[in-house]
């Protein structure tokens, strides 16, 4: 919305202006999925992940820094041993 009305004000494009913004914006969208207790990942259209916030990284016991390879249906199969642990 903030990018949408900064737009609008500024009709000559200040590019540096917008990049700014959307780097703010992506930020904040950054932050929520972070402190969110939800899990939040993207995927390609033949299911290999390519981001997985922390809390699903927490509760998939995955790594930051996970594999290319990996994929959705991998976080299906089996939870990890200590999750029990972790969710007490």
């Known amino acids: ?3 949408l009305n900064l737009r609008r004000k500024s009709p000559g494009g200040d590019s540096e202006l ?4 959307l780097a703010e914006q992506q930020d904040l969208s950054r932050l929520l999925q ?3 207790d939800i899990v939040v ?3 390609t259209t033949d299911g290999k992940l390519l ?3 922390r809390h699903g990284r927490w509760l998939s016991g995955i790594s930051e820094t996970f594999s ?3 994929l959705f ?3 299906l199969h089996e939870p990890p ?3 029990q642990q972790r969710l007490a």
């Open 51 to 53: 981001s997985i916030n």
């Open 41 to 43: 990942f993207t995927q």
């Open 1 to 3: 919305m903030a990018l």
């Open 73 to 75: 249906v991998d976080l």
């Open 68 to 70: 290319n390879t990996l």
């Open 18 to 21: 917008l990049a700014r913004s």
């Open 34 to 36: 972070d402190t969110a």
């Open 81 to 83: 041993r200590d999750l």
